[in-house]
């Protein structure tokens, strides 16, 4: 495909849509694997959404489980539509314990943004900081994006510290940039680009 500007297309269309989305392996028997419509994901994904600290920062809520179900479905669909990829955080077999994804998908211009959150059980092993690596290598290595930003609000010293050890750089701050449920809040940029150490 070649844009208005004459540019080619980063990444053609139909590489996410004509295959299915994959299951990707991470360290310590955990995986990502595609969110499923059952009973356990729902409720996962809607234990998510009632946690304060996910609403806080992933500004994500959830009020039933069929709302998360009919949320999953969306997945599904932004997926097929190439503008979204949404992974639980599991044990293979087992219940979604997070989340971690892309949204913003622009498989033309060659970028996406990178999200995610742990059920506060599973938080404080690291879990995310594998997570995203193996995200950046799917979405830079193999999806062949260029650039996967991460933002954060700066008030979230744990987010931004799984930014660093998952290699996405800071790049600066971004004043006043979102609006949470408390105000609006600075928000750090990190990416990770393609062919950058
Ligand atoms: C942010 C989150 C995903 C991290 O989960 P996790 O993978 O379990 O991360 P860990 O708790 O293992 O921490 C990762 C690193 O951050 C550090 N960290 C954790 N809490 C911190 C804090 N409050 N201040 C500074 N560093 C912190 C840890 O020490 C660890 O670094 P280390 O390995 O060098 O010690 C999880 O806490 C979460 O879901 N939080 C609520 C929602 C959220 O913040 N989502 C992100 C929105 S951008």
């Avoid at 990707?24 to 304060?52: C, I, S």
């Avoid at 690596?133 to 510290?161: F, M, Q």
Wanted: hydrophobic share 45%; proline share 6%.
């Amino acid at each position: 495909m070649i844009s208005d500007h004459g540019i080619p297309g980063v990444v053609p269309a139909g590489s996410m849509a004509d295959r299915s989305q994959p299951v990707l392996v991470l360290p310590g028997g955990l995986e990502l694997r595609p969110w499923r419509t059952d009973d356990a994901d729902a409720d996962a994904l809607l234990a998510g959404g009632q946690e304060p600290a996910i609403r806080q920062w992933n500004l994500f809520s959830v009020g039933s489980r069929d709302e998360a179900r009919a949320r999953i479905e969306r997945m599904h669909e932004r997926w097929r539509a190439e503008t979204g990829a949404v992974w639980a955080i599991a044990r293979p077999g087992g219940p979604p314990l997070g989340l971690a994804g892309l949204h913003a998908v622009d498989l033309a211009g060659g970028s996406a943004d990178i999200m995610y959150w742990l059920l506060p059980e599973s938080r404080g092993g690291g879990i995310v900081v594998q997570a995203a690596r193996r995200l950046g290598r799917w979405a830079l290595d193999e999806l062949g994006l260029h650039r996967l930003r991460l933002c954060h609000a700066v008030a979230n010293p744990a987010s931004c510290r799984v930014a660093e050890k998952a290699g996405y750089a800071y790049e600066g701050t971004m004043r006043s940039s979102l609006l949470h449920a408390d105000g609006w809040h600075d928000e750090h940029l990190h990416a990770l680009v393609a062919g950058s150490d």
